[in-house]
């Protein structure tokens, strides 16, 4: 059954957990992205199953997006691909790649903090968590700790520059 975003007085403390996550990005040289994975169904009560941040310049792997390692870790850990009983909480509103991975995964919703206008695909350019035609659809909310997330975004590219 997919879950509603009942958890909204949690959201902060998980996002917390996310941008730590993507602070260790940036320290590695990588995009400050850090996302996890919340089993809203463990019989303690919700809790962290999962936590990642970008790997891509660390493993030269296009597809090592916090988003997807932290889905296969999730995985891995409850034993099934299925993971309508989780939530995921990422620092940026995920791209076409990590928002299909969360529909593949069957996710029970997904938190972001910053809307990413370049390439968001759970409402600034698409929205696959909310569409019709595909066979899952999932809820979404936008926008916590979004000034926290964007300024370890903008931070870690001024550096670059």
Do not use: K, Y
């Not at 988003?67 to 620092?91: I, K, Q």
């Not at 938190?111 to 968590?129: D, K």
């Amino acid at each position: 059954m997919p879950h509603t975003l009942d958890h909204d007085d949690h959201h902060e403390v998980w996002m917390r957990a996310a941008l730590a996550e993507a602070a260790g990005a940036a320290v590695e040289g990588e995009v400050p992205i850090g996302a996890v994975v919340v089993h809203l169904d463990d019989p303690g009560g919700p809790r962290i199953v999962a936590s990642r941040h970008n790997e891509r310049e660390a493993t030269a792997d296009p597809t090592a997006h916090a988003e997807v390692l932290a889905l296969r870790d999730a995985a891995h850990h409850l034993g099934r691909w299925r993971l309508e009983d989780c939530l995921l909480v990422v620092t940026l509103e995920p791209c076409p790649m990590c928002a299909g991975a969360a529909w593949a995964a069957r996710l029970g919703g997904v938190v972001f903090a910053t809307a990413n206008p370049e390439a968001g695909s759970l409402g600034s350019l698409h929205h696959l968590g909310q569409d019709p035609r595909l066979n899952h659809e999932f809820p979404v909310r936008a926008g916590v700790l979004a000034e926290e997330s964007a300024t370890l975004l903008r931070a870690f590219f001024a550096d670059r520059r």
